[in-house]
């Protein structure tokens, strides 16, 4: 886990200030205010890879749809299938909230 390099008080506050939006709206203002462009889109994209391998798509629809090169993929593979099992907590997470949405 590399983020440990960089844990401390200013990591904490910074994810504690991620976790204190409330609102869709109040997480694009935080993002619009903290990060260009092309870093929201890389992170998207990464997440939109995480998703599409969850949901056991190919190499090759990803890159189709996500236009991730295998590199990316690869890197987010690994992140998926070896990492801290965050991209399931959330996958999950959105799946309950949709169902629960739906009732």
Request: net charge negative; with cysteine.
């Amino acid at each position: 886990m590399l983020i440990k390099e960089l844990q401390g008080k200013a990591l904490d506050e910074f994810f504690q200030g991620i976790l204190s939006l409330e609102t869709l709206e109040e997480c694009y203002a935080f993002f619009d205010d903290l990060c260009t462009v092309n870093e929201i889109k890389t992170l998207m994209q990464r997440f939109q890879v995480a998703k599409m391998l969850y949901n056991r798509k190919t190499y090759n629809e990803i890159e189709e749809e996500a236009g991730a090169s295998t590199a990316t993929i690869s890197r987010v593979k690994r992140s998926l299938f070896h990492g801290n099992q965050s991209y399931e907590v959330i996958f999950n997470r959105m799946l309950e909230q949709m169902n629960a949405d739906k009732e």
